[in-house]
């Protein structure tokens, strides 16, 4: 059963909204400054997807293929950066002026996005290659695009190919993509040529307990707010999700647990509707739970053909103050563009006031091959199975011990964990001490395995 990503859910119950503070125009100078050349052009260093490296490569796509709502990531300048990033410290300093003094959509794109002539330029050179624009975004740091395979081809000087992986089809780059050398000031890549998707991070139960509403709020003190009238109202949680659900799932959750008549929104990202897919499960599961704990929040499910193109959209929209998100990707998966992209999509959120919050695997860290170090295995457990109240509350419902170091750590189930706990940790502190100072005498550098969740 899902808990973790929940638990920060009645946190947010009392959140209020506030003003946003409005920000001048900003006249910048271009940064495209020679002629874009495409006989001169940069490649554009890890921008294939690297399962492609252990998919089979089934040849070349059809060169009238459609490839839609491909997202074209322009750079904010070294200037831009630095100031935005003032201004998030600002926002969080309550002696700072800017003290939660939030951007709008429109307002982060003028002062952090790229300028009209920029914009100009850019979108002049993808119709030139017979692409459609279908939206530039509010925080002028991304251009929607659609066209076909051999278009993208001609453009970006690729190839793009049909994979088979893990029984599934796909499109993706077969090599990095190329862009005009005049346009590498402001472009930074692209978001959407390989269609690999990001995964749910949803563990299904094994049926021995379950967990109602009002379990879920003895546990996590959640009934103490809503005694005091905090359930959510007049707040929003959107929703990440990659395929829409039936409304009358939620409905008879709702009915069966006694809570209020309280129907989510549901909002199909333009041009991206997946209907109903493999992953209707997570959204369910994420929807009924954020609407069980903030019993009167407007809850919107925001869906799309990929996570990212849905956390795209409820952020340059400006949806709602909370976001709740439960797909994720190796970042050896996503590789740098990838991880750029959430960076920059998560950053313009930050200053728009808005609470994000990426959940893990419900079993904790997943490495890719599924090794797990027993060092980090033990972190993990704990960080899973102790809750904020210190009870210790076992997934298969039994009592467990754990032995470290050749002594033995008690943890019955539903019984407070908190002094045995205290001293397991305090044993794998003094372990992670002389893991550092072994690797400082040593002169070396200490790599953990890649993990999933880490956007």
């Known amino acids: 059963m899902k808990i973790s990503i929940k638990i920060v859910v009645g946190l947010f119950l009392c959140c209020g909204l506030v003003g946003s503070l409005r920000v001048q125009s900003q006249t910048l100078p271009s940064r495209i400054i020679e002629a874009i050349d495409d006989d001169s052009v940069v490649r554009l260093e890890n921008t294939t997807d690297i399962r492609i490296g252990t998919a089979a490569d089934e040849g070349r796509v059809s060169?009238?293929?459609?490839?839609?709502?491909?997202?074209?990531?322009?750079r904010s300048s070294p200037e831009q950066e630095a100031v935005l990033e003032?201004?998030?410290?600002?926002?969080?300093?309550?002696?700072?002026?800017?003290y939660h003094h939030w951007l709008t959509p429109e307002e982060f794109g003028e002062r952090f996005g790229a300028s009209p002539q920029e914009l100009d330029a850019v979108v002049s050179w993808l119709t030139e290659h017979g692409f459609t624009v279908d939206s530039i975004a509010n925080s002028r740091r991304e251009i929607e695009f659609s066209g076909t395979a051999s278009q993208v081809e001609a453009a970006f000087h690729t190839e793009i190919h049909w994979y088979a992986s893990e029984g599934e089809a796909h499109i993706a780059n077969a090599t990095d993509i190329s862009i005009p050398m005049a346009l590498t000031p402001v472009v930074e890549g692209v978001v959407g040529l390989p269609d690999f998707t990001a995964r749910s991070m949803m563990t299904r139960a094994d049926g021995n307990h379950g967990m109602s509403p009002?379990?879920?709020?003895?546990?996590?003190?959640?009934?103490?707010l809503w005694n005091q009238g905090f359930d959510g109202k007049g707040q929003s949680i959107a929703i990440v999700a990659q395929s829409n659900i039936k409304l009358s799932d939620v409905m008879n959750f709702r009915a069966q647990f006694g809570l209020p008549v309280n129907d989510p929104q549901i909002i199909i990202v333009p041009g991206s509707d997946p209907g109903i897919t493999?992953?209707?499960?997570?959204?369910?599961?994420?929807?009924?739970?954020?609407?069980?704990?903030?019993?009167?929040?407007?809850?919107?499910?925001?869906v799309a053909k990929t996570a990212g193109l849905s956390a795209f959209y409820i952020v340059d929209n400006n949806v709602a103050t909370i976001v709740s998100v439960s797909f994720g990707r190796c970042e050896s998966e996503l590789g740098s563009l990838g991880v750029q992209f959430f960076n920059i999509v998560w950053q313009q959120?930050?200053?728009q006031g808005m609470s994000v919050f990426k959940r893990l695997r419900d079993s904790g860290w997943h490495y890719p091959g599924g090794e797990e170090e027993s060092f980090l295995d033990l972190f993990r457990n704990?960080?899973?199975?102790?809750?904020?109240?210190?009870?210790?509350?076992?997934?298969?419902?039994?009592?467990?011990?754990?032995?470290?170091?050749g002594t033995a750590y008690d943890f019955p189930h539903g019984k407070s964990a908190d002094f045995q706990s205290s001293q397991l940790?305090?044993?794998?502190?003094?372990?992670?001490?002389a893991l550092?100072?072994?690797?400082?005498?040593a002169d070396a550098i200490a790599v953990l395995p890649p993990m999933h969740g880490r956007i």
């Open 278 to 302: 493999d992953d209707e499960g997570e959204a369910d599961l994420d929807v009924e739970w954020a609407g069980a704990i903030a019993k009167s929040a407007t809850i919107k499910l925001i």
């Open 86 to 98: 003032q201004l998030l410290a600002e926002q969080q300093d309550p002696s700072s002026p800017n």
């Open 349 to 351: 959120a930050a200053a």
């Open 425 to 433: 940790n305090f044993a794998l502190a003094h372990e992670l001490i």
């Open 63 to 74: 060169p009238d293929l459609p490839m839609e709502r491909m997202l074209l990531m322009l």
């Open 214 to 224: 009002r379990d879920f709020a003895t546990i996590y003190n959640v009934t103490s």
């Open 436 to 441: 550092n100072q072994s690797v400082m005498l």
């Open 382 to 405: 704990l960080r899973n199975t102790i809750h904020n109240n210190g009870v210790f509350w076992a997934r298969d419902g039994s009592d467990h011990t754990v032995v470290w170091r």
